[in-house]
């Protein structure tokens, strides 16, 4: 019996300690997040599964240690080693495309626990599923630091700040090629309209960030990674419906790798809608173009793409009450709602939709038989249209296994402007429309024997403001791995720039032209619709820099140490100055042009019956010599080049304490040119006191990963030195105009920021983020005037003229320095999802220039509005139609409690209050956006 027992027992525990248990996981690429199909899982010798449609794998084992091993064509092998009983997790697997070192030298992409700065990895399966159609920045409100908001409303208006930094101070990269505008630094997100149906990821690098080049991370660097050519074939067609007659149409296609080395991806799209806003109304198209050829160890690249697009807008902001007087109440606001001010009724009440810009417009003719003929319609006045292709060329060459060489041509030709009123601007209707009405019937019945007798003289009209640019650059880089631990890269940073800035007569409202007198070397007062009026310059900016970085790695440490240099000449033009005079000897500025000619016609008592007006050519004599606008000595009015020279000074280090924990410091200092129009003004004038922009930056940073549970925590302290005003400040006496800069204008920002990820079981996920910022100006000053002999401006006293200012401990304005959001991701199965989002914003002081605080207004604060919280709900499911095919339907509810809050306001904004009072009264401001529903069907082929 004790044998039968004993030999019972050891069978017993034999058959336990050897049975099979199942284990499953998942696959995805670790850029996009897509799932990966047919992806081989080895875990053991001859022993192996592939991973099914959705990406999922399976497979029973005995109890024990094992040794997993992944791989999939195109991506890197990956093995772990996992412990396998009762408690073995679902297993996923993130593998990375092995071309994306290409995308690390290119584009400066971080690595998590290697590149020591702070940011965020907005991946492709987040913007699949919360973008919604929205514009890009929107989706970055989830990241740490970061507050965008839809601005006036129109489709392609948003902003973006990091850390209280505005987009002119937020390098924004695709695939590692700037597109901050040349000469002001903003970025026009209409333009890339559509660049989410190629996006990988997105990268939020907050700070100085990684980039090798000199750019202008102030605030961050937003890079923009496009997807590569694939291995996989296919393509999609999606459809987007959305709340407001919003309707877009994506369609892409991947070629994967076809023979001889060649790929290509293509995809396009098309969108249309009204807008939460009145009369945003949209249309557009997207096209972009990869194509690669792989050689030998070379790759060559050729991309293009565009949004061509024209968009309604809401410019301006409007005083609170004007969109409801029960939130303005609220809000402390005890003016008078039903008074005349200024000989006009108030508009109050008119909705957070509410657009002051638009009106109703019946273009009525009268027909040879004297009937009228009546043409009604709505426009809106402000108009947006454009088109910024970007073409690219790059070259990558793996030398070796060590050396690397990449290159990079681009070219971006920009076209296009936006609509405004330009006569009278402030003509509303009781409505609080604009009064079309009253400005087409003055014009048409409009004439002036001055100039003529039949055609009608408009005196208000749509003018617009053209904005073209061309751009090329080259971007090179070398990168070496002098051994497994040190890498030495460097390169140069070429670019060439031409704004091109002028008004067009866009429509002339009723009438048949208009006078322009702006231009001082016409040969014409009278100009028709397509003349340019008003102005007409170019803006020319030459950059040349390089850049050298050093880094050393080891399983346990990276580091880096970075400089970046950059010498930018800038130049002005004007087409609308007389003409200099250059001369062997001298250059005489601005001395040719024309001049108005009036003949007067009299009647026999000497009273006058007519006039005719005409344009002489003016003609100046020097040295015994004429000279006019026509002579070969005679330019264009121009600047000499102010070259201006730049720097970055960037280190820092990362520690991985052991597997789960890593800490990390950088510490750098910019020395930046100042904007384009801070160092011309509009007459052609070189500023005085031209000082470059300096800024200290210092961050210390934690981050913790494990299967289960991720957390970053980070502190910075960012100081900016000579924050220079928007065109300076200037002062006129006698009719003389003299411009200075204020060089004292400082700011520091300080804050904590924490985000965190907790996979509370296989189906849940918790996400949540914290941002403190304390955002200081921290000084006082004043500017002195000179004039061009460099003596002292004196008022009619005789008093020496003197502008200062004082912001001293006085908060920055334009973005919420306090944020927290969390989310939560509920996945019952493998095919849907269920996520809820919710974010919280606060201490968001409005907008202020810091010159207007002087006097009995030192030191005080701007008008803090209410803080704010929005709500959003994103849900999807997947359906399988054949073995490759599958149909992706996902819904978006953003705001959706329809919250009603303000997202941006100008302190005493003085278009649209008539007061000063730092509060919500003398405030200008815009409402976000109501709720909306976004949803869409992706096939997959």
């Given at each position: 019996?004790?044998?039968?027992?004993?030999?019972?027992?050891?069978?017993?525990?034999s058959t336990a300690f050897t049975q099979n248990i199942k284990v499953s996981g998942n696959i995805t690429d670790k850029n996009t997040g897509e799932t990966l199909i047919g992806a081989s899982v080895i875990y053991g010798k001859g022993m192996g599964v592939s991973t099914d449609f959705?990406?999922?794998?399976?497979?029973?084992?005995?109890?024990?240690?094992?040794?997993?091993?992944?791989?999939?064509?195109?991506?890197?092998?990956?093995?772990?080693?996992?412990?396998?009983?009762?408690?073995?997790?679902?297993?996923?697997?993130?593998?990375?495309?092995?071309?994306?070192?290409?995308?690390?030298?290119?584009?400066?992409?971080?690595?998590?626990?290697?590149?020591?700065?702070?940011?965020?990895?907005?991946?492709?399966?987040?913007?699949?599923?919360?973008?919604?159609?929205?514009?890009?920045?929107?989706?970055?409100?989830?990241?740490?630091?970061?507050?965008?908001?839809?601005?006036?409303?129109?489709?392609?208006?948003?902003?973006?700040?990091?850390?209280?930094?505005?987009?002119?101070?937020?390098?924004?990269?695709?695939?590692?090629?700037?597109?901050?505008?040349?000469?002001?630094?903003?970025?026009?997100?209409?333009?890339?309209?559509?660049?989410d149906a190629v996006t990988s990821n997105i990268q939020v690098q907050r700070g100085l960030g990684a980039s090798k080049i000199a750019i202008p991370s102030v605030g961050g660097t937003m890079n923009m990674i496009t997807k590569g050519i694939g291995n996989k074939k296919g393509g999609?067609?999606?459809?987007?419906?959305?709340?407001?007659?919003?309707?877009?149409?994506?369609?892409?296609?991947?070629?994967?790798?076809?023979?001889?080395?060649?790929?290509?991806?293509?995809?396009?799209?098309?969108?249309?809608?009204?807008?939460?806003?009145?009369?945003?109304?949209?249309?557009?198209?997207?096209?972009?173009?990869?194509?690669?050829?792989?050689?030998?160890?070379?790759?060559?690249?050729?991309?293009?793409?565009?949004?061509?697009?024209?968009?309604?807008?809401?410019?301006?902001?409007?005083?609170?009450?004007?969109?409801?007087?029960?939130?303005?109440?609220?809000?402390?606001?005890?003016?008078?709602?039903?008074?005349?001010?200024?000989?006009?009724?108030?508009?109050?009440?008119?909705?957070?939709?509410?657009?002051?810009?638009?009106?109703?417009?019946?273009?009525?003719?009268?027909?040879?038989?004297?009937?009228?003929?009546?043409?009604?319609?709505?426009?809106?006045?402000?108009?947006?249209?454009?088109?910024?292709?970007?073409?690219?060329?790059?070259?990558?060459?793996?030398?070796?296994?060590?050396?690397?060489?990449?290159?990079?041509?681009?070219?971006?030709?920009?076209?296009?402007?936006?609509?405004?009123?330009?006569?009278?601007?402030?003509?509303?209707?009781?409505?609080?429309?604009?009064?079309?009405?009253?400005?087409?019937?003055?014009?048409?019945?409009?004439?002036?024997?001055?100039?003529?007798?039949?055609?009608?003289?408009?005196?208000?009209?749509?003018?617009?403001?053209?904005?073209?640019?061309?751009?090329?650059?080259?971007?090179?880089?070398?990168?070496?791995?002098?051994?497994?631990?040190?890498?030495?890269?460097?390169?140069?940073?070429?670019?060439?720039?031409?704004?091109?800035?002028?008004?067009?007569?866009?429509?002339?409202?009723?009438?048949?032209?208009?006078?322009?007198?702006?231009?001082?070397?016409?040969?014409?007062?009278?100009?028709?619709?397509?003349?340019?009026?008003?102005?007409?310059?170019?803006?020319?900016?030459?950059?040349?820099?390089?850049?050298?970085?050093?880094?050393?790695?080891?399983?346990?440490?990276?580091?880096?140490?970075?400089?970046?240099?950059?010498?930018?000449?800038?130049?002005?033009?004007?087409?609308?100055?007389?003409?200099?005079?250059?001369?062997?000897?001298?250059?005489?500025?601005?001395?040719?042009?024309?001049?108005?000619?009036?003949?007067?016609?009299?009647?026999?008592?000497?009273?006058?019956?007519?006039?005719?007006?005409?344009?002489?050519?003016?003609?100046?004599?020097?040295?015994?010599?004429?000279?006019?606008?026509?002579?070969?000595?005679?330019?264009?009015?121009?600047?000499?080049?102010?070259?201006?020279?730049?720097?970055?000074?960037?280190?820092?280090?990362?520690?991985?304490?052991?597997?789960?924990?890593?800490?990390?410091?950088?510490?750098?200092?910019?020395?930046?040119?100042?904007?384009?129009?801070?160092?011309?003004?509009?007459?052609?004038?070189?500023?005085?006191?031209?000082?470059?922009?300096?800024?200290?930056?210092?961050?210390?940073?934690?981050?913790?990963?494990?299967?289960?549970?991720?957390?970053?925590?980070?502190?910075?302290?960012?100081?900016?030195?000579?924050?220079?005003?928007?065109?300076?400040?200037?002062?006129?006496?006698?009719?003389?105009?003299?411009?200075?800069?204020?060089?004292?204008?400082?700011?520091?920002?300080?804050?904590?920021?924490?985000?965190?990820?907790?996979?509370?079981?296989?189906?849940?996920?918790?996400?949540?983020?914290?941002?403190?910022?304390?955002?200081?100006?921290?000084?006082?000053?004043?500017?002195?005037?000179?004039?061009?002999?460099?003596?002292?401006?004196?008022?009619?006293?005789?008093?020496?003229?003197?502008?200062?200012?004082?912001?001293?401990?006085?908060?920055?304005?334009?973005?919420?320095?306090?944020?927290?959001?969390?989310?939560?991701?509920?996945?019952?199965?493998?095919?849907?999802?269920?996520?809820?989002?919710?974010?919280?914003?606060?201490?968001?002081?409005?907008?202020?220039?810091?010159?207007?605080?002087?006097?009995?207004?030192?030191?005080?604060?701007?008008?803090?509005?209410?803080?704010?919280?929005?709500?959003?709900?994103?849900?999807?499911?997947?359906?399988?139609?054949?073995?490759?095919?599958?149909?992706?339907?996902?819904?978006?509810?953003?705001?959706?409690?329809?919250?009603?809050?303000?997202?941006?306001?100008?302190?005493?904004?003085?278009?649209?209050?008539?007061?000063?009072?730092?509060?919500?009264?003398?405030?200008?401001?815009?409402?976000?956006?109501?709720?909306?529903?976004?949803?869409?069907?992706?096939?997959?082929?």
């Open positions: 019996m004790r044998l039968f027992f004993g030999f019972f027992l050891c069978f017993f525990f959705d990406g999922n794998f399976s497979f029973f084992t005995n109890y024990g240690a094992r040794k997993i091993t992944i791989s999939y064509v195109g991506y890197k092998q990956i093995s772990k080693e996992i412990k396998i009983d009762g408690k073995t997790p679902f297993l996923k697997f993130e593998l990375e495309p092995i071309k994306l070192k290409e995308v690390h030298i290119v584009a400066d992409v971080a690595r998590d626990r290697e590149t020591p700065v702070a940011f965020s990895t907005v991946s492709l399966k987040k913007v699949n599923e919360e973008l919604a159609s929205q514009d890009i920045p929107m989706i970055l409100n989830s990241t740490p630091g970061v507050y965008a908001t839809q601005s006036g409303g129109g489709d392609g208006d948003a902003r973006i700040t990091i850390r209280g930094f505005n987009q002119r101070n937020v390098a924004v990269m695709i695939d590692g090629i700037p597109v901050n505008d040349m000469e002001n630094g903003w970025v026009y997100w209409s333009n890339w309209s559509g660049l999609t067609v999606k459809q987007s419906i959305g709340s407001y007659g919003k309707l877009k149409t994506n369609i892409g296609y991947n070629s994967g790798k076809l023979k001889n080395g060649w790929g290509y991806t293509l995809a396009g799209s098309y969108k249309k809608g009204n807008g939460f806003v009145d009369q945003t109304w949209s249309e557009g198209f997207f096209y972009y173009t990869k194509i690669q050829k792989e050689f030998n160890n070379h790759t060559l690249t050729f991309s293009a793409m565009g949004a061509p697009q024209k968009h309604g807008q809401r410019s301006y902001k409007s005083d609170v009450a004007s969109y409801d007087t029960t939130f303005a109440r609220n809000l402390g606001d005890n003016s008078s709602f039903d008074t005349i001010i200024n000989n006009e009724q108030r508009i109050v009440n008119k909705g957070i939709s509410y657009n002051k810009h638009w009106g109703n417009l019946n273009r009525w003719t009268i027909d040879s038989n004297g009937d009228t003929i009546n043409n009604r319609t709505v426009l809106n006045t402000r108009q947006n249209y454009f088109h910024k292709p970007q073409y690219s060329l790059r070259h990558f060459w793996n030398v070796n296994e060590r050396f690397h060489i990449s290159n990079i041509s681009y070219l971006s030709v920009g076209n296009g402007g936006g609509t405004r009123i330009i006569g009278n601007s402030n003509n509303y209707d009781e409505y609080g429309q604009y009064d079309l009405q009253s400005v087409y019937n003055s014009n048409y019945n409009s004439f002036d024997e001055l100039y003529s007798d039949s055609l009608k003289k408009s005196s208000t009209y749509l003018g617009s403001s053209i904005n073209n640019h061309f751009w090329y650059g080259l971007l090179s880089t070398m990168n070496y791995q002098l051994n497994e631990n040190i890498e030495i890269s460097g390169g140069i940073d070429l670019r060439s720039y031409k704004g091109e800035h002028y008004r067009e007569i866009y429509d002339l409202l009723g009438g048949d032209y208009v006078i322009d007198e702006s231009n001082n070397i016409q040969s014409n007062q009278v100009k028709s619709q397509g003349d340019i009026v008003g102005y007409h310059n170019d803006g020319l900016v030459n950059w040349l820099g390089g850049f050298s970085q050093f880094e050393y790695k080891n399983d346990k440490i990276s580091t880096f140490f970075n400089i970046s240099g950059s010498n930018s000449g800038h130049k002005r033009l004007d087409y609308f100055k007389r003409k200099d005079l250059v001369l062997e000897d001298t250059i005489i500025k601005e001395i040719l042009g024309t001049s108005v000619s009036t003949q007067y016609e009299f009647d026999d008592s000497g009273n006058i019956i007519g006039a005719n007006k005409n344009m002489i050519v003016d003609t100046f004599t020097y040295n015994g010599n004429k000279y006019t606008i026509n002579s070969e000595e005679a330019r264009i009015s121009s600047t000499d080049w102010k070259w201006i020279k730049g720097f970055t000074l960037k280190t820092g280090a990362n520690y991985n304490l052991n597997d789960y924990n890593n800490i990390f410091f950088n510490i750098g200092h910019i020395s930046k040119a100042p904007r384009f129009n801070n160092i011309f003004d509009y007459n052609n004038q070189l500023y005085r006191e031209i000082k470059n922009e300096k800024v200290n930056a210092l961050e210390f940073g934690y981050s913790y990963r494990s299967s289960i549970f991720s957390a970053n925590l980070n502190s910075y302290f960012t100081e900016w030195k000579n924050k220079p005003s928007n065109g300076g400040v200037s002062i006129s006496i006698d009719d003389v105009v003299y411009r200075s800069n204020i060089n004292g204008m400082n700011a520091t920002h300080k804050g904590i920021e924490f985000d965190g990820a907790l996979k509370i079981n296989q189906k849940v996920t918790f996400e949540g983020l914290i941002s403190l910022g304390d955002w200081i100006w921290t000084s006082e000053d004043s500017v002195r005037f000179f004039d061009d002999d460099n003596n002292p401006v004196l008022d009619e006293s005789g008093n020496e003229i003197i502008s200062s200012f004082d912001a001293k401990g006085v908060h920055v304005g334009d973005a919420a320095q306090t944020q927290y959001g969390i989310s939560l991701r509920y996945e019952p199965n493998n095919v849907s999802y269920l996520k809820i989002r919710a974010t919280y914003f606060d201490d968001y002081y409005s907008d202020f220039d810091p010159l207007s605080l002087n006097g009995s207004n030192a030191r005080r604060e701007s008008w803090k509005i209410p803080s704010y919280q929005l709500l959003d709900l994103h849900a999807g499911y997947k359906i399988k139609l054949s073995k490759e095919n599958k149909l992706d339907v996902r819904l978006s509810i953003i705001n959706l409690l329809n919250k009603i809050y303000i997202s941006d306001a100008q302190n005493n904004d003085p278009y649209n209050s008539n007061y000063a009072d730092f509060d919500a009264k003398s405030a200008g401001v815009f409402f976000g956006l109501g709720r909306r529903i976004n949803i869409s069907a992706k096939i997959n082929f």
